[in-house]
């Protein structure tokens, strides 16, 4: 593509998600700047693995010439920084973010960002149970839903759009709240789901090993996002705490429905419709 919706993007934190998007930025338009602003070591391989075109020493050599500024920072260290970026981003500049929580981040925006740069909040549901610039992927994004929330009708929206589009995402307009009580389903449950099942096979298993070591493809499937590093989470479930709350009561109450009907043939139609969303979720990939 030729036509970049922005010139000069800076990215605050180059990890999976941030290095992920700088590739996507970079394969979609190959002049683009980038700059990271991360830790050195963490800049450093980002350089190699050509993520970005620059780094940045402080935060505002990083977004003193930006049009874009791309957080990709945990939820807690993102609501630390917007004071400071509505003070420092250049007037006009979008100001975005990647965290799994919108909430919190939106609120916490709207109070700081009242005119000069704007803020529109985003979360792409994408990722891996690996965490790190290492782990990065240029089509990371590629097919997956891209969750924008703001002003839909603005010109900083349909820019932004544009540039999910061109890294291969779909954008998705939804309110904060909307969108914190539907990963607290679809994304967050899942996750503490997982720990909770890793618990339980650890706490299980003696000193022979059994029964992890029986365990095939099937418990690893199951366990892939048991692999997520505590540090992501911490804020995801501070933040979302009372979707996730909600949703771990749905899940009480449908592991004692299945432990109630164990006996009987009234666990046929639970799989019936485990069956149909597990085949929608295969018709979306």
């Known amino acids: 593509m030729s036509d970049a919706p922005f010139a000069n993007v800076a990215v605050l934190g180059t990890g999976l998600i941030g290095g992920s998007f700088a590739l996507s930025v970079r394969r979609a338009f190959p002049h683009l700047i980038v700059v990271g602003w991360d830790r050195r070591e963490i800049l450093q391989r980002a350089h190699e693995r050509e993520a970005i075109t620059h780094s940045a020493a402080s935060l505002l050599d990083a977004v003193k010439s930006s049009d874009l ?6 939820i807690g260290a993102t609501l630390d920084l917007l004071p400071e970026l509505a003070r420092h981003a250049p007037a006009g500049a979008l100001v975005t973010d990647a965290s799994s929580t919108k909430s919190a981040v939106c609120r916490a925006a709207a109070q700081h960002f009242h005119h000069g740069s704007i803020f529109i909040g985003g979360h792409p ?77 650890h706490d299980e ?65 639970q799989f019936g419709t485990a069956n149909q969303v597990y085949k929608s979720l295969r018709e979306v990939d």
């Open 69 to 74: 500024i791309y957080v990709a920072m945990p």
């Open 205 to 269: 298993t003696d000193e022979t090993g059994l029964p992890l070591s029986l365990a095939g493809t099937g418990l690893r499937d199951a366990l892939r996002l048991a692999g997520s590093p505590y540090e992501i989470w911490r804020d995801v479930c501070l933040t979302n705490r009372d979707n996730l709350a909600r949703s771990l009561d749905r899940l009480v109450q449908a592991l004692e429905h299945l432990r109630a009907t164990l006996t009987s043939r009234d666990l046929e139609p």
């Open 125 to 201: 549901l994408a990722g891996r149970e690996l965490s790190g610039i290492d782990h990065a992927d240029v089509a990371l994004f590629h097919g997956a839903k891209y969750a924008l929330v703001g002003d839909s009708q603005s010109l900083a929206a349909a820019r932004l759009e544009s540039l999910v589009r061109a890294i291969g995402a779909e954008p998705a307009w939804i309110d904060a709240e909307t969108h914190d009580w539907a990963v607290g389903i679809v994304s967050h449950l899942p996750q503490l789901a997982a720990v909770a099942l890793a618990n339980i096979v």
